[in-house]
């Protein structure tokens, strides 16, 4: 479902670059849920960033699900997100003027599905537990009913691919645990592949396997 080969990625800032990514070969079966763990600036965030499009390597190949993603323009890859790709930010990323159910609805708007948007995203509010919270805005939910309500978005298009970014670092770990509970059961009852990056062992152990990162590149051992 995902292959990545010979990715790099270099930032450069005046005359100082400094390389985030050196030369990462990964591949992810379908239906697979992979953690990628590593200290802090190791290139985790950035590794996620790019398989999700937000940015584009400096050299290497990227491919979703048979498809060559370095070399599309933002609105492609755009389209390309919105029916394969589900992304959970560790800092929720909500909209603040809009109510849990038109965060939960917007992405289904802007593809243009052609179901009813608000039911679904009441039925998905509802199945992770905020089926009384659809009217309330972000400010007005603590942090672990605004991360249940970015897996909700997370799933509203039914992504293939699901890429979670620390999605427990701002949360206690028994809420932690419920929201990594919610993305290993839509792997497993979805077939989604699952690509979830954390600093954290005891989650890192929950996935089917892992792979390190450390300094920009795969520890050898960890596997491709």
Same mark, same amino acid.
């Given at each position: 479902?995902?292959?990545?080969? &010979?990715?790099?990625?270099?930032?450069?800032?005046?005359?100082?670059?400094?390389?985030?990514?050196?030369?990462? &070969?990964?591949?992810?079966?379908?239906?697979?849920?992979?953690?990628?763990?590593?200290?802090?600036?190791?290139?985790?965030?950035?590794?996620?960033?790019?398989?999700?499009?937000?940015?584009?390597?400096?050299?290497?190949?990227?491919r979703?699900?048979?498809?060559?993603?370095?070399?599309l323009?933002?609105?492609?890859?755009?389209?390309?997100?919105g029916?394969?790709?589900?992304?959970?930010?560790?800092?929720? &990323?909500?909209?603040?003027?809009?109510?849990?159910?038109?965060n939960?609805?917007?992405?289904?708007?802007?593809?243009g599905? *052609?179901?009813? *948007?608000?039911?679904?995203?009441?039925?998905?509010?509802?199945?992770v537990?905020?089926?009384?919270?659809?009217?309330?805005? *972000?400010?007005?939910?603590?942090?672990?009913?605004?991360?249940?309500?970015?897996?909700?978005?997370?799933?509203?298009?039914?992504?293939?691919?699901?890429?979670?970014?620390?999605?427990?670092?701002?949360?206690?770990?028994?809420t932690?645990?419920?929201?990594?509970?919610?993305?290993?059961?839509? &792997?497993?009852?979805r077939?989604?592949?699952?690509?979830?990056?954390?600093?954290?062992?005891?989650?890192?152990?929950?996935?089917?396997?892992?792979?390190?990162?450390?300094?920009?590149?795969i520890?050898?051992?960890?596997?491709?």
């Amino acid at each position: 479902m995902i292959e990545v080969r &010979n990715l790099s990625k270099t930032l450069t800032s005046g005359s100082r670059r400094l390389e985030v990514l050196k030369g990462v &070969n990964l591949t992810v079966r379908r239906g697979e849920a992979l953690a990628v763990e590593g200290p802090s600036g190791s290139g985790k965030s950035t590794l996620l960033g790019l398989l999700a499009g937000f940015d584009s390597p400096t050299e290497g190949s990227i491919r979703i699900d048979g498809e060559e993603i370095t070399g599309l323009d933002e609105d492609r890859m755009a389209v390309l997100r919105g029916r394969k790709i589900g992304f959970v930010f560790q800092s929720y &990323n909500l909209i603040p003027t809009l109510t849990a159910k038109e965060n939960v609805s917007l992405p289904l708007e802007l593809l243009g599905d *052609p179901g009813d *948007p608000d039911r679904r995203a009441l039925e998905l509010l509802d199945s992770v537990g905020l089926g009384s919270r659809v009217s309330h805005y *972000p400010a007005q939910l603590s942090g672990g009913e605004q991360q249940r309500v970015a897996l909700a978005r997370a799933f509203a298009c039914r992504p293939t691919v699901l890429l979670a970014d620390e999605p427990t670092g701002n949360l206690d770990s028994v809420t932690g645990q419920l929201v990594m509970d919610m993305l290993l059961d839509w &792997n497993r009852s979805r077939g989604a592949t699952l690509v979830i990056v954390t600093h954290d062992p005891a989650l890192s152990r929950l996935a089917g396997r892992v792979v390190h990162l450390f300094d920009g590149r795969i520890v050898p051992g960890s596997g491709p």
